[in-house]
């Protein structure tokens, strides 16, 4: 049985979450992608929804809140606003479909298939509570253990959620994220943070390096195996060429998630769409976003619409100037990142999946909501990191990025 949680957070929370080499092969999950998009609120909403919350502070944080040995490949499912993958909490484990979420790091179940205690279960005698924008949850905190692909867990804290909003179709989230995103979420112990599941593997010896590498591929299906996280290192048939690793930015707020410094450019002449500054890489956000003027000069620059499409929150382009488009350069540390006409540009196959017309070119970069110099101007979302590789490496604050197969494939 749960105990009762208490009335002031369920009142406030409805008002308102260079890669090491290893020694071993790696460890693999596979994640998803799956359609999951439900309401009446589009894509592009739900993502500004996100980044606003981020901005402000109320990311994560309730309402309440003061504010080696081995590599392991876990596969995911994309559901078009997010990628699932299977995770057993429990002895023996019942299995939980999972967010998988760069942009949090709480690991909680209970939004639709209810948590189950088993002889593993310990409760922490703690309530646990997270808003995550467009959703939240709120619970009670466990140490179970947890089973993620072959990587077995014991003692890794699990919330149980009791109520919690926005999460149709999935059970909850794998918050994979920086640990201090964790910090606030208990109640009464607001400043114990609680390891993360990369955390937890590595100081228990479960894998050699402190990273996480996650693979997302372009799909046109709403149901797709695509994707893998490699917990303790990087999977090298993932990427090509070499990883770039970057230091997590010392900007606010972006430092406080996977935060880099980047800028943008447009087409062989060169035109700036945004200056070198922060912003963040989130599994967890579907869109490419970028600042208001920044997302202003790249419509002109493409020749797309001046306003967003109403049913689907996202920018047009015409055939022709689709055929003209030229590519997008995220300029990451030394190295420039090439983003295709082809990639910025939603799977034609999928446009009345996120409410759109079979024949309209809908593009994927939208507006973050605020103007440059807000801290975090740009979210590097799932289209974007469905062309690049991409690892964590929670143990040196670094974040790495690599070409891969799919880079210039045009699979939309």
């Known amino acids: 049985m749960f105990p009762t949680v208490s009335l002031v957070l369920l009142c406030a929370l409805a008002v ?65 606003v997010s990628y699932v993958a299977t995770v057993g909490v429990g002895t023996p484990a019942t299995d939980y479909s999972l967010i998988v979420d760069t942009g949090s790091s709480n690991t909680w179940v209970g939004a639709g298939k209810a948590f189950e205690e088993s002889s593993s279960t310990k409760s922490t005698g703690q309530e646990v509570a997270v808003t995550y924008g467009s959703g939240f949850f709120i619970g009670e905190q466990f140490t179970d253990t947890v089973t993620i692909g072959s990587l077995v867990i014991p003692n890794q804290g699990i919330g149980a959620a009791l109520i919690s909003e926005g999460f149709e179709g999935v059970d909850g989230i794998l918050g994979i994220g920086p640990v201090d995103l964790t910090e606030d979420t208990l109640f009464p112990d607001e400043t114990t943070t609680i390891p993360t599941v990369t955390d937890n593997a590595f100081s228990q010896g479960l894998i050699s390096a402190h990273e996480v590498g996650i693979s997302f591929e372009p799909t046109t299906t709403d149901t797709s195996t695509n994707g893998e996280l490699t917990f303790g290192g990087t999977d090298s048939s993932k990427f090509t060429g070499s990883i770039t690793l970057v230091p997590i930015t010392t900007t606010s707020p972006a430092n406080e998630f996977v935060g880099i410094d980047q800028s943008i450019t447009y087409g062989t002449a060169g035109t700036s769409i945004l200056t070198s500054t922060a912003g963040i890489v989130d599994t ?31 920018f047009t382009i015409s055939a022709e100037n689709f055929a003209n488009l030229e590519s997008l350069f995220f300029n990451i540390g030394d190295t420039s ?44 979302g799932m289209v974007w990191l469905e062309r690049f590789f991409f690892v964590f490496n929670a143990g040196s604050s670094q974040a790495g990025f690599a070409t891969t197969s799919f880079t210039d494939a045009t699979t939309n």
């Open 16 to 80: 308102a979450a260079n890669p090491i080499t290893v020694k071993n092969s790696p460890i693999s999950v596979p994640v998803v992608r799956r359609l999951n998009l439900t309401g009446e609120s589009t894509v592009a909403d739900l993502d500004r929804a996100r980044a606003r919350s981020m901005r402000s502070g109320t990311f994560i944080r309730p309402t309440r809140a003061k504010s080696a040995a081995s590599v392991f490949n876990v596969p995911v499912i994309n559901e078009v």
């Open 284 to 314: 967890g956000t579907t869109l490419l976003l970028i600042a208001t003027d920044a997302i202003d000069r790249y419509v002109d620059a493409v020749g797309a619409s001046s306003e967003p499409d109403e049913a689907t929150g996202l």
């Open 337 to 380: 990142f090439e983003f295709t006409p082809n990639a910025q540009i939603w799977p034609r196959a999928l446009n009345t999946a996120i409410g759109g017309n079979d024949d309209t070119i809908y593009l994927v970069a939208g507006d973050i909501g605020s103007d440059t110099g807000s801290g975090l101007d740009f979210i590097n």
